[in-house]
């Protein structure tokens, strides 16, 4: 292009890589920096990667060794652009030399699975309340979301079903590991509810850690319906849980006033 008067010829053209054009077109374009001009070619792939321009499509891929991605499976990436095949279920051996142990054939990823009867493992002794809880609380697995995958028989249980103890119920939710949120403190607490609304030998236990979450675990407004879970009166009359309410719902109150005030413009205060 002339720089005078703006007159353009076929020649000494800058062309680069139009990244955008060449994955929506179909081709290779390059367009020239000083005028504009651009042309297209065939895209010349290297299975899924174009090598000229770095477009990608959706075959072609080269899967390399299994990747495992936790208890919930095992993906493969691809050896060119490093995207995920679709996630597969880990193919579980038992490892003879160790109990309850098993390893995937895939991926190499090894947990330990246990045969549990009445809240025991049958081959090594394990506490199954126990167990899931430090497994949850390792964050490795979720909450109330993650189902249990198992080379063993039986159906699938999510691994919260499985932690049955007040005192493991207690432990998560007055953990501060990050991922357990309020939402999940709240449902530890009403399975500590529910023992307690049950009575027999843990109802007392229940009831204190209903009180220590109440006064020691981030519930947000929720405090004072996991207070009401509380079936002792001595205990549901405690004067920190009735400050602690009343706290709550001061925080209420002027958040509530707060919105008022911003919707009619003026200052709440």
């Known amino acids: 292009m002339c720089a005078r008067c703006g007159e353009r010829r076929d020649e000494g053209h800058s062309y680069q890589i139009d990244a955008e054009r060449s994955a929506s077109s179909g081709q290779c374009v390059i367009v020239c920096a000083a005028c504009g001009a651009y042309k297209s070619h065939p895209h010349e792939w290297n299975g899924c990667t174009c090598l000229r321009c770095g477009a990608r499509r959706d075959e072609g891929h080269e899967?390399?060794?299994?990747?495992?991605?936790?208890?919930?499976?095992?993906?493969?990436?691809?050896?060119?652009?490093?995207?995920?095949?679709?996630?597969?279920?880990?193919?579980?051996?038992?490892?003879?030399?160790?109990?309850?142990?098993?390893?995937?054939?895939?991926?190499?990823?090894?947990?330990?699975?246990?045969?549990?009867?009445?809240?025991?493992?049958?081959?090594?002794?394990?506490?199954?309340?126990?167990?899931?809880?430090d497994l949850i609380l390792s964050g490795e697995v979720w909450h109330f979301d993650d189902w249990e995958y198992s080379p063993l028989p039986g159906p699938r249980i999510r691994y919260i079903?499985?932690?049955?103890?007040?005192?493991?119920?207690?432990?998560?939710?007055?953990?501060?590991?990050g991922g357990i949120g309020d939402a999940n403190r709240v449902g530890f607490a009403h399975k500590i509810g529910e023992i307690a609304e049950a009575g027999g030998p843990n109802a007392h236990e229940a009831n204190l850690a209903l009180r220590d979450i109440v006064l020691n675990a981030s519930l947000g407004w929720s405090v004072s319906s996991v207070a009401g879970l509380i079936t002792e009166p001595e205990i549901a009359s405690d004067p920190k849980i009735a400050e602690k309410l009343r706290q709550v719902e001061q925080s209420r109150d002027e958040f509530e006033r707060a919105m008022i005030a911003a919707d009619s413009g003026r200052p709440w205060w």
């Open 161 to 177: 079903d499985h932690v049955k103890s007040v005192s493991d119920l207690r432990r998560l939710a007055l953990s501060d590991r």
């Open 63 to 133: 899967w390399g060794a299994a990747k495992p991605r936790g208890h919930a499976g095992h993906y493969h990436p691809c050896t060119i652009c490093g995207e995920r095949s679709q996630e597969e279920p880990h193919s579980f051996k038992r490892v003879k030399s160790r109990k309850c142990n098993y390893r995937c054939t895939a991926c190499g990823y090894g947990g330990e699975w246990h045969d549990f009867l009445d809240g025991v493992c049958v081959e090594c002794g394990i506490d199954e309340s126990r167990h899931y809880c």
